[in-house]
């Protein structure tokens, strides 16, 4: 919505207040130049002001809080403690994932087949039914887990990082890696504040989601930005064909599917460590998902609040 000049900076500031946002940090502070709230949400900030941890492999993306980390189970992968949700469901079909995994012709006419099913939801217990999608999703999760793995000896840890409302909304690599390809997921724009997460089993596979996959030095790599409560609008700078919150987009469908390069001799798309990636309106939450050695330690503990480019874990 549109604000009159006149009405921007009590508007803006009384937002500032309520959700204790630092406007000192942000690179214009005048707040009469946002023309509504949510040019204010994904404010730039002054150069300087997240210094990039160089010496651990591992950085914030964003600014907010750490939902929970740890390692995937063939069990799942907890969003908070005692609360899991699917490997499969969030990632989708194996084929695709990696350049090691590219798909066939024949798999990608079968892809393009699914991506027109719907997932079915129970809406009494809120968990989805169980679909024959394609033939991996009927395997066992310990297979796809190890078939995801480039080094059979590595683990797969996981970070979830919740931005709250009053957070910088930007958010940036966390690494260095190499994209090699986006699965868009239309679907829910449940909350994703830690009290919804902590009652609502499966809540990060509902909601409207852009899976990037790629490669790290350690293997398998992946950065996905959740919508949430009236942040359906994903934005990724290097994606120019991603649109999200679009009412073109049936709620429900599987995904669609996008892979980068810039040859055919070089797939994938180089993203340095700090690289501003994209940005939300209001809050949402970032889920990191690497393959790593298993002396791969988090440097943050689970509830703390971080800051982009502060170093989030390293090899001890």
């Not at 914030?60 to 939902?67: H, Y």
């Not at 066939?104 to 719907?118: A, G, M, N, P, W």
């Not at 596979?205 to 949430?228: D, I, L, Q």
Request: some cysteine; proline content about 6%; charged content about 20%.
């Amino acid at each position: 919505m549109h604000l009159p000049v006149w009405m921007r900076s009590p508007v803006l500031r009384l937002y500032i207040w309520a959700f204790s946002c630092t406007l000192e940090e942000a690179a214009c502070t005048d707040l009469r130049t946002y023309p509504n709230l949510g040019e204010f949400f994904r404010r730039q900030l002054k150069r300087g002001v997240r210094p990039v941890h160089t010496s651990h492999c591992m950085v914030s993306p964003a600014d907010g809080r750490i939902l929970q980390h740890g390692v995937v189970t063939p069990k799942g992968i907890e969003q908070v403690k005692g609360v899991t949700y699917s490997l499969k469901g969030f990632l989708g079909p194996l084929d695709g994932l990696l350049p090691a995994h590219v798909p066939s012709t024949e798999t990608v006419e079968r892809l393009k087949r699914v991506s027109s099913l719907h997932l079915m939801t129970d809406e009494a217990h809120l968990k989805p039914k169980s679909v024959d999608i394609d033939p991996l999703t009927s395997s066992d999760d310990l297979s796809y887990l190890r078939r995801l793995l480039v080094h059979p000896e590595n683990v797969l840890h996981y970070c979830i990082i919740y931005l709250a409302p009053g957070d910088y909304h930007r958010y940036h690599s966390p690494a260095d890696w190499t994209v090699f390809a986006r699965r868009h997921f239309p679907g829910e724009l449940y909350s994703v504040s830690p009290g919804v997460a902590r009652w609502l089993q499966g809540l990060f596979n509902f909601n409207e989601r852009a899976v990037y996959t790629g490669s790290w030095r350690y293997g398998f790599f992946s950065m996905t930005p959740v919508g949430a409560t009236n942040v359906g609008s994903i934005n990724v700078y290097f994606d120019e064909d991603l649109t999200t919150n679009k009412e073109s987009h049936e709620a429900g469908t599987y995904f669609d599917e996008s892979f980068f390069s810039k040859n055919t001799a070089s797939p994938g798309l180089k993203i340095h460590k700090g690289q501003a990636v994209g940005d939300f309106n209001l809050g949402s939450t970032i889920v990191l998902m690497f393959e790593a050695p298993a002396n791969f330690r988090f440097q943050q503990k689970i509830g703390q609040k971080v800051k982009v480019g502060q170093s989030l874990g390293t090899l001890i």
